[in-house]
Nanobody
Framework: QVQLVESGGGLVQAGGSLRLSCAAS????????MGWFRQAPGKEREFVAA???????YHTDAVKGRFTISRDNAKNTVYLQMNSLKPEDTAVYYC??????????????????WGQGTQVTVSS
């Protein structure tokens, strides 16, 4: 019911920056918890960041101080600003939307809709 389209991935050098965008369909964007997850080859999809309906944000320890999640409800878009990128940040990054009123936003199972993913590759 909700379509999510990520963009902004690419190849960058270590220490560089990248901004990912996720455009969502529908009129209920402001009611969704939005999250970013990433998945490297052979690894499980892991939580990166989430932004609540209240705009409260959470970031996994691995990216705190470097990545910032934000949302623009007028544009139905969530962003992930990634600075000081490291090779270990290399992964496919997925945008997700959760329509539930409660639950733990750090788990994959919380989210109802997912984008197709965008590749981020950081070279050393």
């Amino acid at each position: 019911q909700v379509q999510l389209v990520e963009s902004g991935g690419g190849l960058v050098q270590a220490g560089g920056s990248l901004r990912l965008s996720c455009a969502a369909s529908g009129r209920s964007f402001s009611s969704y918890v939005m999250g970013w997850f990433r998945q490297a080859p052979g690894k499980e999809r892991e939580f990166v960041a989430a932004i609540m309906r209240s705009d409260t944000t959470y970031h996994t320890d691995a990216v705190k101080g470097r990545f910032t999640i934000s949302r623009d409800n007028a544009k139905n878009t969530v962003y992930l600003q990634m600075n000081s990128l490291k090779p270990e940040d290399t992964a496919v990054y997925y945008c997700a939307a959760g329509a539930k009123g409660g639950g733990y936003w750090g788990h994959v199972g919380f989210y109802d809709y997912w984008g197709q993913g965008t590749q981020v590759t950081v070279s050393s």
